[in-house]
T-cell receptor, first 116, second 113 residues
Framework: AQTVTQSQPEMSVQEAETVTLSCTYD???????LFWYKQPPSRQMILVIR??????QNATENRFSVNFQKAAKSFSLKISDSQLGDAAMYFC?????????????FGKGTRLSVIA | ETGVTQSPTHLIKTRGQQVTLRCSSQ?????VSWYQQALGQGPQFIFQ???????GRGNFPPRFSGLQFPNYSSELNVNALELDDSALYLC????????????FGEGSRLTVL
């Protein structure tokens, strides 16, 4: 079974600085999807960024980028120019390539605080 | 385009009771899945529905059951509630053959006393 590990229960960052959240996963599949979701106090899971395993290029979405190391099974999230609104729980998630029928497997999350 | 909506947002039940949670999928999505998120944990997969049939299930007992309707809305039913069922229940919708991401509602917070 696939597992996702987030080793940092809590992180903090100064406003306008850069922070990196770590995620490792375990799978025997060669093709899959990886995601970072943000969960603010409003509780709704919001997709931050997505990476297809077959793509070597790291995904970027504005201030958010990932460092995807397939051989190391590592998928870290970098937030640049941190803003107060970035404060939230961040979950790393894995989904198998048979995307129609496989669930998301989540890590336990990292709580990010942004200091003004 | 409407997003995923869930009701109720909060509810309190007592042990042994039954509860029904409801979800309206995002417009155009044909698959709905349910997740349980205990306090301080990541969401855990309960089950998924496609074309009104369950087509995937996590490690949850049979007292967790669901329905999907022709308009792709869904219900999660939990019978014989236990204290450990207290959690945030998240509904997510997607396309069965899409790029993989799920779109979530704001969840239903269930407290079992």
């Amino acid at each position: 079974a696939q597992t996702v590990t987030q080793s940092q229960p809590e992180m903090s960052v100064q406003e306008a600085e850069t922070v990196t959240l770590s995620c490792t996963y375990d799978t025997s599949e060669s093709d899959y999807y990886l995601f970072w979701y943000k969960q603010p106090p409003s509780r709704q899971m919001i997709l931050v960024i997505r990476q297809e395993a077959y793509k070597q290029q790291n995904a970027t979405e504005n201030r958010f980028s990932v460092n995807f190391q397939k051989a190391a099974k590592s998928f870290s999230l970098k937030i640049s120019d941190s803003q107060l609104g970035d404060a939230a729980m961040y979950f790393c998630a894995y989904r198998g390539s048979n995307s129609g029928n496989t669930p998301l497997v989540f890590g336990k999350g990292t709580r990010l605080s942004v200091i003004a | 385009e409407t997003g995923v909506t869930q009701s109720p947002t909060h509810l309190i039940k007592t042990r042994g009771q039954q509860v029904t949670l409801r979800c309206s999928s995002q417009s155009g999505h044909n698959t709905v899945s349910w997740y349980q998120q205990a306090l301080g944990q990541g969401p855990q997969f309960i089950f998924q529905y496609y074309r009104e049939e369950e087509n995937g299930r996590g490690n949850f007992p049979p007292r967790f059951s669901g329905l999907q309707f022709p308009n792709y809305s869904s219900e999660l039913n939990v019978n014989a509630l236990e204290l450990d069922d207290s959690a945030l229940y998240l509904c997510a919708s997607s396309l069965i053959m899409g790029p993989g991401e799920l779109f979530f509602g704001e969840g239903s917070r269930l407290t079992v006393l």
